[in-house]
C-alpha cells in the first residue's frame, strides 16, 4: 500500500516539527504544513493530500472553518487533534465534517496507525473525544419521545442498518466487509448512502446524530 501523504495544520512550530518526526518515522510523508486555517486551505488545495492533521485553534482562521472549506472542496479527509478543554470546538468540526479526533497526548503508534486508517477511507475516533462529544450532541438535542428514534431515522435497507450499526460500534470497512460478508468497496458504498440519507458529513457527525436522538 502507498503510504499516506499527510499535511500539517498547527500553530505552533514546535508541534508540527514533532508530528512530522512521529509520522515520517512510521513511514507516513508529511508534504506540507501551515500555521492557519487559511494556510490550510489553500496547502490542501495546492497538494491535495490524503489526510489533513487539523489543530482546532488557531490565530486567523479557525480548524473548524477550514476543516468545512477542505471537506466540501473534496480536498482531503480531515483528522482532528483536540485537548481535553475543547469540547465545544469538537462539537463544531464534528459538524464540520472531520472523519476522526484524537487527543493531543497521543503517542506515535495510535497516531500512525489512525492517519492509515482515515486515508483507508475509515474513522479513527479516541474513545474519550467520542464520549464527551457526544455528551455535547445530546445536551444540544431537543428532548425527542421515547421510543421514537427509529421512525424519526431516514428510510435505510436492512443492509444499510447493519452498516449503521456497525458504525456505531467503531467498526472499520475492512471489520464491516468481514462481519458482513460482503467486499470493501460494497462497504463503502453502504457507508456513502447512509451518511447521504442521515445528512451526516462523517462517520463522527452519524454517530452523533443517531445517539443525540436516543431518549
Known sequence: MTAPTVLLADDHGAIRAGLRIMLEAQGITVVGEAADGEVA??????????????????????????????????LGDVLVL????????????????AVGFLLKTVDAPTL??????????????????????LAAVAENTPPTVPGARQAALPDLTAREQEVLDGILQGWSNAQLAARLRISVPTVKTHVSNVLTKLGARSRSHAAALVRGGED
Open 112 to 133: 500512525g496507525q489512525a492517519v492509515r486508517a482515515v486515508a483507508a477511507g475509515d474513522g479513527a475516533l479516541d474513545a474519550r473525544v467520542t464520549r464527551r462529544a
Open 41 to 74: 486551505v489553500r496547502n490542501a488545495a495546492a497538494l491535495r493530500p490524503d489526510v489533513v492533521l487539523m489543530d482546532l485553534r488557531m490565530p486567523g482562521r479557525d480548524g473548524i472553518s477550514a476543516t468545512r472549506e477542505i471537506v466540501e472542496r473534496g
Open 82 to 97: 483536540t485537548s481535553f478543554d475543547e469540547d465545544d470546538l469538537v462539537f463544531g468540526a464534528i459538524r464540520a465534517g
